[in-house]
């Protein structure tokens, strides 16, 4: 995987550009993952494509969606983490539901699909958002200058 900061050399200027393209091809795969079954869902299609969509919603997704906001600064397991975090959250959430009497499993997971691309987009926001230290510094190229 990439650095979480890669730079390129302009003469005089030194550019870098923050965030992880990892990271980002991770959030737009459960973006899609979650736009697709959320889809299929609401217009009642049943097949193999929906049920494969599901398992690697309920092993991924919400776990990806925690874990990218808990660890900002760190770089976290993409694998092991984000399915611990997500089959743990998804069983608690079910537990709840089936003990307070309210559980319906659609509505469940629209909860579950919302909550879980806003906080997908919070960590893209927050991981892509220019920091104070990144501005690029402009130096003077010219021998002799002062800079």
């Not at 009642?44 to 660890?71: D, H, I, Q, S």
């Not at 709840?96 to 909550?115: N, Y």
Request: with cysteine.
């Amino acid at each position: 995987m990439p650095d979480v900061e890669a730079s390129f050399f302009i003469p005089g200027v030194v550019v870098r550009h923050s965030g992880d393209r990892g990271a980002r091809m991770i959030d737009a795969a459960c973006a899609v993952v979650t736009g697709v079954l959320l889809s299929l869902t609401v217009v009642g299609w049943v097949g193999l494509a929906r049920v494969l969509l599901t398992l690697a919603f309920a092993v991924y997704v919400p776990g990806w969606a925690v874990v990218a906001n808990c660890t900002p600064k760190m770089r976290a397991s993409r694998t092991a983490l984000p399915v611990l975090v997500s089959v743990t959250l998804l069983t608690v959430m079910a537990t709840v539901t089936l003990w307070l009497h309210v559980w319906h499993p659609l509505q469940l997971f629209d909860v579950e699909a919302g909550a879980s691309i806003a906080l997908i987009s919070v960590a893209a926001i927050r991981r892509e958002r220019p920091r104070p230290h990144d501005e690029p510094r402009l130096l003077n190229a010219t021998p002799g200058g002062d800079g």
